[in-house]
């Protein structure tokens, strides 16, 4: 059974400096405001505004932070943080900092289970004055679109990767797919991407209209890859090339 314990408040804004530590808190159909710090099991109450409160459970309508509310878990590989809304889980926010909704597993920074409504997305894109060279990595940790605004001095192989520490393969899990847009500009002499390599090993795209493009004179050529991870350091690469002058 939860401890009643005898509160004494002068005032509904003086600050109640620490309520004392006890297994459960039972304040039902009342509210908790101005605690310093309260070191309870399970607090019952319709509001609470509160500096720290450590608690395993609080079931209230309403929490308030003093200042920010921050809820944590402390330290602890199992400190996971759930949301729940009619005994269901809704969201849940793991030890490594990833955000499930509708999943209690979440294997990204941001992974929503079922269908999604997005008003619009804003791409990072690596738009760089310089001219694509014989080698060039693609990081996908740091962009999705990358464009050379100078014009082409050379056939390109075209690195993808996760970043300089970071492969494509760890980044990626089977039967995941993720789309990169090269742009690369060329004057009168047209350079390619001549070769694809995926961190470090050459891979050949199946490519649109059957065979490998080639360099479009005094035009922005953009090249999409679609890159579907079939299994460990194995994948599906579906290419295309665009002209834009």
């Known amino acids: 059974m939860a401890n009643r ?9 003086q600050l109640i400096k620490e309520l004392p530590s006890v297994d459960d808190l039972d304040l039902a159909n009342s509210s908790i405001r101005n605690v310093a710090t309260a070191n309870v099991g399970n607090v019952n109450a319709t509001s609470v505004v509160a500096t720290t409160m450590n608690a395993t459970t609080v079931n209230t309508t309403t929490i308030v932070g003093t200042s920010a509310l921050t809820i944590s878990t402390g330290t602890g590989s199992n400190g996971n943080v759930i949301i729940s809304a009619n005994g ?11 955000v499930g909704i509708g999943i209690s597993t979440p294997t990204s920074r941001l992974h929503i289970l079922g269908t999604t409504t997005l008003e619009e997305i804003l791409e990072k894109s690596n738009v760089t004055a310089t001219a694509m060279g014989a080698n060039v990595n693609f990081d996908v940790l740091d962009c999705a679109v ?6 082409s001095t050379a056939n390109c192989t075209l ?3 996760g970043n300089s520490t970071v492969s494509l393969n760890t980044v990626m899990s089977t039967n995941q797919t993720i789309t990169i847009a090269f742009s690369v500009t060329n004057n009168a002499t047209a350079f390619r991407v ?3 390599q995926i ?5 050949t795209p199946k490519w649109s209209g059957g065979s490998a493009p080639t360099a479009s004179a005094n035009s922005i050529d953009t090249y999409a890859f679609s890159i579907i991870k079939t299994g460990s350091a194995a994948y ?7 002209q834009f002058a």
């Open 5 to 13: 314990i005898p509160l004494v408040v002068v005032s509904s804004e």
């Open 146 to 151: 990358v464009y050379y605004t100078a014009n």
């Open 159 to 161: 690195n993808v990767r």
């Open 88 to 98: 269901v889980e809704d969201v849940r926010v793991t030890p490594d900092g990833n």
């Open 194 to 196: 001549a070769t694809l």
């Open 199 to 203: 961190d470090g090993t050459t891979i």
């Open 236 to 242: 599906t690469v579906l290419g295309s090339k665009t």
